[in-house]
Structure formats: structure tokens, C-alpha cells
């Protein structure tokens, strides 16, 4: 065969040959103030036993009564309150401005991830294993089923770069069986997972879960089982001795407060402390122990508008251990965490 009717045939096949489908990554879902949560939800949270939250945990439109086990602790702010087992904070509708504003926003977003979530068309695969998936291997997509998925003991791997995102449209539970693991690899963030699940979601015994889960009604994790990821509820969230650790990344706003025109910033070497005010204003920076307590005030008058890079914290005399910065401004607070070793 001469060169010429090589290179066409060639040519033929190619033009031919049929076009291999390949998954695009969806958009991510914006969670929006929902975003600053570890764990939100509309009607309760309950915990047993000894857990390990980091990150904020919220609750409305129920009052905070309906956190149990928790042994909250007042803030002097009256804004929010603190835990023992939340690295973070703990707000309630019933607490006082800004509390309940900022608890209908994250509420309201949270519903509108959901939606948008649920609402994505042309999935890039439908029933897949007629929702079993123990034991494969997801690409990044949009998957839908119109059943419940099961993760069984032998768990599932979810593959992909840092910048994938996989969302799953689940039309009734979720169930991870005692043990079941969900790993990542090849870069995959848990922060681009998204989990929307229209029934409920429950993580068995010492199972493992990663990505953020949109869900219209409970999320129940039993004993000794972890997420790395956020748990949004729009009924309850019920915990058992669980580790939720929020992850890095995502689309999520970190800061009602605008830090570019109101914030705090991390303290140097524990000496000083700096802030910014939008404004000319009545400002306090004080030091508070875990307890709420005023331990000292580093700062208590008007400030002209700008950034006040440092201002001194003589820790002479304090124990190590746990404080905090609270800088008021015209009725606005932000508070910042201050390990303070020596």
C-alpha cells in the first residue's frame, strides 16, 4: 500500500471512529454562610458521650436548649456560647444580636445549596450500581439515583484532582455500614464533595465519612464514627462520641464581619494584638479567659479609622492556656483564639 492510501485510510478511520464520552467536573456548590459551620441544623443537635468538633456548630430557628449534651458555656458577649467538646463557637437563634441574623442567613443558605445541589441536570451517571457502591472507585461528575445508597464494610474511593468536584443526588438515605470508610485520593478535596441526600443520612459504628452533607432530614452518626467534612441538617443532627473536623478549601464565606474593614488580627509571639476599624468609633479590645472572664483591657476608646498593627499584651502574671480577644466596635464583635504558651 503506497504512503497516499495509507494516510488516507487512516484519515477514514479517524474520522469514524466514535468520540469517547468523558465526565466533566460540575460546578461546585456555594454553600454560602452555611459554609461556617461544622454542623448546622434547623430543629436540634444532640451529642453523647465524648466528641471532638472543630469548627462552628449552629442551631435555628430552635432555641439552644435543643443542643443537649454539649455543657455550653455563655459567652460574656451574650453572641454565642462555648464548649468543651467545640473547637469553635456555638450559636443559637435565641442568643443575642448579631446571633439570630447570622443564624437566618446560614440557615437560608444551607436550603439554598440544598436546592441547587439537588437541581443540577444531565447527571454524568444514573442508578450507578443500583446504588451500591462498596467497593468502587468514583471519577469526578454529577451521580443520581432515585433509590438509597449503601457504602457497605468495604467502603468507597473517591478519585480525583484537588480542583474535581463530585456531587451525589440521593433520593432517599444514605447509609455507611459500621466500619465503611470513604478515602480520597490523587489530590481529592472533601471540600468538593457534596452529598445531597433527600432521606437520612446514617453513619455506622467507626465508619468514615468525607464530604459535605446536604441533607432535608437527620443526619445520625453512631459511636466512634468520623466525618471530615461539614453535617448540614434541615431537621436534627444526633452524635455519638464523633470526630467532625470541617475541611480546608471550598467555596464558603469565613467572615460576616468583612475582616477588610473590621477584624482582629492573630496576635505576635502572644505580645501584641492588632485590629482593624472601618471607621471612627467607640472601641474595646479586651482579653477574656474561657470563663468569659475580663482578664485584661488592652484597648478602651474612640479609634480613628485604619489598622492598628500592634497593640501591646503583657501576659505577665496569666497561666498558659486558652484565651481569648474580643474587640468591640460600634456594636460589631469579633473574637479570636489566643493559645497562650510559656
Not at 469517547?20 to 460540575?26: K, L, M, R, T
Request: with cysteine.
Amino acid at each position: 500500500m503506497s504512503l497516499t492510501s495509507l494516510l488516507g485510510t487512516m484519515l477514514t478511520v479517524a474520522l469514524v471512529a466514535p468520540a469517547i464520552a468523558v465526565s466533566q467536573s460540575p460546578a461546585p456548590v456555594n454553600l454560602g454562610t452555611a459554609g461556617n459551620f461544622a454542623v448546622l441544623a434547623k430543629t436540634g443537635i444532640s451529642v453523647t458521650g465524648v466528641a471532638s468538633i472543630t469548627g462552628d456548630i449552629g442551631i435555628s430557628p430552635a432555641a439552644a436548649t435543643y443542643m443537649t449534651g454539649f455543657g455550653l458555656i455563655m459567652d460574656a458577649s451574650g453572641a454565642f456560647s462555648t464548649s468543651s467538646l467545640v473547637t469553635g463557637k456555638v450559636y443559637a437563634a435565641d442568643y443575642i444580636d448579631p446571633s439570630p441574623t447570622k443564624m437566618t442567613a446560614a440557615v437560608s443558605d444551607m436550603e439554598t445549596a440544598y436546592t441547587d445541589a439537588a437541581g443540577r441536570t444531565l447527571p454524568d451517571h444514573t442508578e450507578l450500581y443500583a446504588g451500591d457502591i462498596t467497593g468502587q472507585t468514583l471519577t469526578p461528575g454529577l451521580y443520581n439515583w432515585s433509590t438509597g445508597v449503601l457504602v457497605s464494610a468495604g467502603g468507597v474511593s473517591i478519585s480525583g484532582a484537588a480542583s474535581d468536584v463530585w456531587i451525589f443526588q440521593i433520593a432517599q438515605n444514605l447509609e455507611l455500614a459500621d466500619g465503611a470508610m470513604v478515602t480520597l485520593s490523587g489530590g481529592a478535596q472533601a471540600s468538593n464533595i457534596f452529598w445531597q441526600v433527600a432521606g437520612q443520612v446514617t453513619l455506622g459504628t467507626t465508619a468514615a465519612m468525607k464530604g459535605i452533607i446536604l441533607c432535608q432530614t437527620a443526619i445520625v452518626m453512631s459511636t466512634g464514627a468520623t466525618l471530615t467534612g461539614r453535617a448540614l441538617a434541615q431537621t436534627a443532627v444526633t452524635l455519638d462520641a464523633n470526630a467532625i473536623t470541617k475541611p480546608s478549601g471550598g467555596n464558603v464565606v469565613e467572615n460576616s464581619l468583612a475582616p477588610q474593614k473590621f477584624s482582629l488580627f492573630q496576635s505576635y509571639s502572644n505580645q501584641s494584638i492588632g485590629f482593624t476599624v472601618p471607621s471612627n468609633g467607640r472601641t474595646t479590645l479586651k482579653i477574656l479567659n474561657t470563663a468569659g472572664q475580663k482578664v485584661a483591657t488592652l484597648f478602651d476608646g474612640k479609634a480613628e479609622a485604619g489598622k492598628y498593627n500592634r497593640v501591646q499584651f503583657n501576659t505577665n502574671g496569666l497561666a498558659k492556656g486558652l484565651y481569648f480577644s474580643k474587640l468591640e466596635f460600634n456594636g460589631n464583635i469579633s473574637l479570636e483564639k489566643i493559645p497562650l504558651v510559656k
